[in-house]
């Protein structure tokens, strides 16, 4: 079982930037994938970052590449998203995740756990 913890969330004017952190309990943490994810309301939860096991190998998606940055702290058991450039578009509930197969997917299914949310609001 992996209990992951996202903090950092909350309202930032547009162009403004935001770092979200998300703790996992497991010890092993530095076996998997961390990912993250967002939606917003009336829409699907979409693909927004992964990093590998490592950190070396990070993907993200076309709507934050440029903007956002994914790093990973494993002696800290802990994952960091870097928003920078920030748009009203980015508002949205941003969940963390883990896939224990090391994958590097940009599908939900794709990971195992999910952290509680944490809202993102981006005002014009």
């Known amino acids: 079982q992996v209990q992951l913890v996202e903090s950092g969330g909350g309202l930032v004017q547009a162009g403004g930037s935001l770092r979200l952190s998300c703790a996992a309990s497991r010890r092993t943490f530095n076996r998997y994938t961390m990912g993250w994810f967002r939606q917003a309301p009336g829409k699907e939860r979409e693909f927004v970052a992964a990093v590998n096991w490592n950190g070396d190998n990070t993907y993200y998606s076309d709507s934050v590449k440029g903007r956002f940055t994914l790093s990973r702290d494993n002696a800290k058991n802990t994952v960091y998203l870097q928003m920078n450039s920030l748009k009203p578009a980015d508002t949205a509930v941003y969940y963390c995740?883990?896939?224990?197969?090391?994958?590097?997917?940009?599908?939900?299914?794709?990971?195992?756990?999910w952290g509680q949310g944490t809202q993102i609001t981006v005002s014009s």
């Open positions: 995740a883990a896939d224990l197969d090391n994958g590097l997917g940009s599908r939900a299914i794709d990971y195992q756990y």
